[in-house]
């Protein structure tokens, strides 16, 4: 298909220096739990990661608590359900692929555990998708069930546009949840996600680069030092 160009979105965790925005992902995990989560499950995540955007032991325990999750079999041999723990995975939408299918029109929600990870443009790619929808240019005819996405790989996607209207998530810190900003929040949020140990990562590389500058100076002062009387 044609060549599509993303906007380039500023996110504090661009570049070797850059971080997550803590405040930001928390706010994106809201936009997942109260928007996405009803398609999109995260397998790989339980209650108990969420320590990684800035929520403490309390909050993870009483944010798991309000998700029911299947357990058992108890000695009677029955499945039971019970309000989920911090090492609980998040509670999936759908029972299985086919459960998932059924309920969006045959197309399957991917996982969203690695998705900024998984698609070319990453974080760039994710927002772009969340506010990429857009009336189809004239002469191109949208198929039954699809919608039209400027950046979508070739443009028609199963997935209705989740953000649609400002104001969808009341945000708990006052920040004004323009269909923008909570696209930039769960992307942010998706983005730790998908690699929770980027600022370790980075940090390590920062250290690294120093350390060899350093060495790299002292090996060619000794070498100087060395070398000093070779006329
Ligand atoms: C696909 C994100 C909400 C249903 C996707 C993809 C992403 C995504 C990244 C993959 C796009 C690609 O393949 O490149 C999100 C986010 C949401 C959200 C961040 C919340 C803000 C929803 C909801 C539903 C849904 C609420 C169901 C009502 C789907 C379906 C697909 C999809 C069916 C497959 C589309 C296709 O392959 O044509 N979503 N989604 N999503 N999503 Fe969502």
Not at 170 to 176: H, I, L, R, S
């Amino acid at each position: 298909h044609d060549v599509i160009h993303l906007p380039d979105t500023k996110f504090t965790f661009d570049g070797v220096f850059g971080t997550f925005d803590r405040a930001s992902a928390q706010r994106g995990f809201q936009v997942y739990k109260e928007v996405c989560s009803a398609c999109h499950s995260m397998r790989q995540l339980s209650y108990r990661h969420l320590t990684g955007i800035g929520l403490n032991a309390t909050q993870v325990q009483a944010l798991a608590s309000q998700f029911q999750v299947q357990d058992g079999p108890n000695d009677n041999g029955e499945m039971f359900e019970r309000p989920a723990r911090p090492s609980d995975r998040f509670r999936r939408p759908f029972a299985n692929d086919a459960a998932a299918r059924a309920a969006n029109n045959g197309a399957l929600p991917p996982d969203l555990s690695v998705m900024v990870k998984a698609r070319e443009g990453g974080a760039d790619y994710l927002h772009a998708l969340l506010v990429g929808y857009e009336e189809p240019p004239p002469g191109v005819t949208v198929a039954n069930g699809m919608h039209y996405n400027k950046y979508f790989p070739g443009h028609q996607i199963a997935m209705a546009a989740p953000l649609n209207t400002d104001g969808q998530v009341t945000y708990a810190d006052g920040t004004k949840s323009t269909v923008d900003q909570m696209a930039t929040d769960v992307t942010t949020f998706l983005a730790w996600a998908a690699e929770p140990e980027l600022e370790q990562r980075r940090a390590l590389g920062v250290r690294m680069v120093i350390f060899l500058t350093i060495l790299g100076g002292l090996a060619y002062a000794v070498k100087r030092k060395v070398w000093a009387n070779l006329h």
